[in-house]
């Protein structure tokens, strides 16, 4: 167990059944926290809650989908009712759209990612961070990107670059209001992570009938530490996040990128 005073407290996790939010998942109960994962997706649900093997009464699955409110609602509901509080949300949720010119990106991929990515994680702030206020603690952690702070590493992905800028301002804005309720606020940002979303992103940067793989090589070539990322990687700086380890942090944006953004 790294961090001691993560043991029996309450994390909500939304996107949580697969990728980035399944890999935080498994390290808060490796230290002993009780889980809520959220996810549009109840079959990956059922998979993730078999590979995650939890102890009794330490995880909870909801289906949801962030970006309708009476699905947040619910979901923070459930969450209270089964477990009675909520100490850390991994606001997380966040799907990529399209690599497309801005001449060329339909409307409805921009609308869709920015609901899903901006008002999901809006909504979830909005209906989270009241639970914390009223007991004076919490940590929330909301996932951007390191496209979420220069826009040359979402090339083309003119939504989802749009999306994760929305969601740094949003971070830093939210922990101002949040630091006299004593709530923490910050957001990190992931770097070329090995999930579905970013092999998803790899074959869309690749020209049609290209190789794929070659697109990856030369992804992965470009981070200085040379390999992508693993969600465990990123799940590491979200336990320091959530723990009282970071108790005079808010506000703050943390890469975990290999060093690609330096
Ligand atoms: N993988 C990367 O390289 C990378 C890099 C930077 C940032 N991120 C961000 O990390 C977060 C997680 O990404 P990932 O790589 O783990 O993706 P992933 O696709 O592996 O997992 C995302 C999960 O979110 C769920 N989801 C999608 N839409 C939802 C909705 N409307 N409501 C509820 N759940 C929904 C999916 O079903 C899936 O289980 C995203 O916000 C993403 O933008 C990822």
Redesign the pocket.
Known sequence: MTYPDLEDKVVLI?????????GAARAFLGEGARVAI????EE?LGKAEAELAAPDGHLITIV????NEDDVKRYVDTTLGAFGTIDVFFN?????GRVAPVVDLDTAVFDRVLA??VR?AFLGLKHVLPVMYAKRSGSVIN?????GLASGIGLGATA?VSS?FAITGMTRLVAMESAAHHVRVNSV??????????H??AVMMTDEGGDVDATRRAMESSIPLGRF?E?AD?ANMVLFLASDASSFVTGSQFRVDGGQLT
């Open positions: 939304t996107g949580g059944a697969a990728g980035i939010g399944a959220v996810d549009i997706s990956a949801a989908d962030v970006s997380n949720a966040g799907i990529p899903i990515n999901g996932t951007s990107s390191i496209a989802y994760k940002h992931p770097g070329m992570t090995n999930t579905a979303l970013f998803s992103t990322g969600t990123v």
